[in-house]
């Protein structure tokens, strides 16, 4: 399973991103997977922003991004969607997306199969 991260760049504080995380490779079956979102500001620990199960029927968020941060998928394109708004200085980080195999919707790092590369987003004040 390969996942290629996109869409970060520089935003004001207020402003919004929309990042984007399509998956593929031939093991890669877009039902069997739930998809999340991390991020990893410098010097942090890698930490769960968003989650959704394998047909966007339940989805899970971080308390810092809760009503600020939809997290969204198109499995016919498979492709997942976080859609950021309302961005503040302390959201700047590498977001990374992932994707995990499992039942249960998972929130912690170690709950992910499979990683992207990630993608930088820096908000300015």
């Known amino acids: 399973v390969q996942l290629q991260a996109s869409g970060g760049g520089l935003v004001q504080a207020g402003g919004s991103l929309s990042l984007s995380c399509a998956a593929s490779?031939?093991?890669?079956?877009?039902?069997?997977?739930?998809m999340g979102w991390f991020r990893q500001a410098p010097g942090k620990e890698r930490e769960f922003v968003a989650a959704?199960?394998?047909?966007?029927?339940?989805?899970s968020y971080a308390d810092s991004v809760k009503g600020r941060f939809t997290i969204f998928r198109d499995n016919a394109k498979n492709t997942v969607y976080l859609r950021m708004n309302s961005l503040k200085p302390e959201d700047t980080a590498v977001y990374y997306c992932?994707?995990?195999?499992?039942?249960?919707?998972?929130?912690?790092?170690?709950?992910?199969?499979?990683w992207g590369q990630g993608t930088q987003v820096t908000v300015s004040s």
């Open positions: 490779g031939r093991t890669f079956r877009r039902y069997d997977y739930n």
């Open positions: 959704i199960n394998w047909n966007g029927g339940r989805t």
């Open positions: 992932a994707a995990d195999s499992s039942l249960k919707l998972q929130v912690v790092v170690p709950g992910y199969d499979y």
